[in-house]
Structure formats: structure tokens, C-alpha cells
């Protein structure tokens, strides 16, 4: 134990103690900053799902009401109909 307190009162021992508790903490943001980014990337990709779910039921509906119209003559589909 005195041995532990000697070396922390060495300048020695302060610089590498000064050295572990910078290191903890650029660790310490490095994993915050990963952790926020995974999350970011995870509600971005959450949005695009439902931005595109949103689209092809309007993409849907609007099919419907266009083809709701029966006096609508129908695309031309490039089957001949001899």
C-alpha cells in the first residue's frame, strides 16, 4: 500500500495516473458518440420505412381512385386484342 502511495506521489505516477484518466475519458466519449450514432442511424432508417409505407398507400389509393371511374378509358398495355 505505501508503495502504491509512493509511486502516486512520484511525478511519474501522477503523469500516468493524469495519462489513464484521459484516456478513460476520450473512451468514455468515443462509446457515448457510438452509441448516439447507432441510435440516429436507427431512427433514420425507422423513418425512411415508414416515409415509404406512407408513399405506396398513397400510391395505392391513388391508383384506386383513378380506376374507380368506369366511364375512364383504359392505358393502352400493348396486348393486341385481334
Known amino acids: 500500500m505505501t ?3 509512493g509511486l502516486l506521489a512520484s511525478p511519474l505516477g501522477r503523469a500516468g495516473l493524469v495519462a489513464m484518466l484521459g484516456l478513460a475519458g476520450l473512451g468514455g466519449i468515443y462509446l457515448k458518440g457510438r452509441s ?6 436507427l431512427a433514420e432508417g425507422e423513418r425512411d420505412v415508414e416515409d415509404t409505407i406512407r408513399r405506396a398507400e398513397a400510391a395505392r389509393a391513388a391508383a384506386d381512385r383513378r380506376n374507380a ?3 375512364r378509358l383504359r392505358d393502352d398495355d400493348a396486348f393486341r386484342r385481334d
Request: a negative charge; glycine letters at 8%; one cysteine or more.
Open 36 to 41: 448516439d450514432g447507432r441510435a440516429a442511424c
Open 69 to 71: 371511374d368506369e366511364r
Open 3 to 5: 508503495a502504491l502511495l
